[in-house]
T-cell receptor
Framework: AQKITQTQPGMFVQEKEAVTLDCTYDTSDQSYGLFWYKQPSSGEMIFLIYQGSYDEQNATEGRYSLNFQKARKSANLVISASQLGDSAMYFCAMRTSQGGSEKLVFGKGTKLTVNP | GAGVSQSPRYKVTKRGQDVALRCDPISGHVSLYWYRQALGQGPEFLTYFNYEAQQDKSGLPNDRFSAERPEGSISTLTIQRTEQRDSAMYRC????????????????FGEGSWLTVV
């Protein structure tokens, strides 16, 4: 069964510092995709970054990068130069496609607080 | 439209009433998903459509929940005889549905419909 594990319920970081949010996954699929979403207190689910299982390079999107270690089944999100507006819940998710279905499986999330 | 649109944004209903939640996906998106998210939890999969075909409804909690997408665009999630435990955020998402794992197949979420059953 597909599973996403986020072991950090909460994280704190000083403004302008970098922070890493952990995500490990479990799947027997050869082809899958990994996503990170940001959920601020307003409740939106904002797409941040994507990594495909066959992508050889780590994904980057501005201040966000994904540290993809396939053998260890980890897909950690790195946020550089944290800003106060980065305070939010962050969800790691895996997309799987099987038997005509396609779905995202989410972790429980990590609440990030950026301190001034 | 520019993004995934959901309505109503907020719905308060009495226990036992039926509720219909609407989702208008991004134009051209073939794949459509419904998720449910309780406070403090990650979203949980409910059902998936490819065009108008409901390919997976394994996440629907029971037979009070149903969904349709008759013309392959707008979708409706219906909850019959609502119960207090149905109170949650219901999210719709869509993607191009290329069936390939690529960055171009990103899944975008709507702002959600908050349902409160009293």
């Amino acid at each position: 069964a597909q599973k996403i594990t986020q072991t950090q319920p909460g994280m704190f970081v000083q403004e302008k510092e970098a922070v890493t949010l952990d995500c490990t996954y479990d799947t027997s699929d050869q082809s899958y995709g990994l996503f990170w979403y940001k959920q601020p207190s307003s409740g939106e689910m904002i797409f941040l970054i994507y990594q495909g299982s066959y992508d050889e390079q780590n994904a980057t999107e501005g201040r966000y990068s994904l540290n993809f270690q396939k053998a260890r089944k980890s897909a950690n999100l790195v946020i550089s130069a944290s800003q106060l507006g980065d305070s939010a819940m962050y969800f790691c998710a895996m997309r799987t496609s099987q038997g005509g279905s396609e779905k995202l499986v989410f972790g429980k999330g990590t609440k990030l607080t950026v301190n001034p | 439209g520019a993004g995934v649109s959901q309505s109503p944004r907020y719905k308060v209903t009495k226990r036992g009433q039926d509720v219909a939640l609407r989702c208008d996906p991004i134009s051209g998106h073939v794949s459509l998903y419904w998720y449910r998210q309780a406070l403090g939890q990650g979203p949980e999969f409910l059902t998936y459509f490819n065009y108008e075909a409901q390919q997976d409804k394994s996440g629907l909690p029971n037979d009070r929940f149903s969904a349709e997408r008759p013309e392959g665009s707008i979708s409706t999630l219906t909850i019959q005889r609502t119960e207090q435990r149905d109170s949650a955020m219901y999210r719709c998402a869509s993607s191009l549905g290329t069936r390939r794992q690529s960055s171009g197949n990103t899944i975008y979420f709507g702002e959600g419909s908050w349902l409160t059953v009293v």
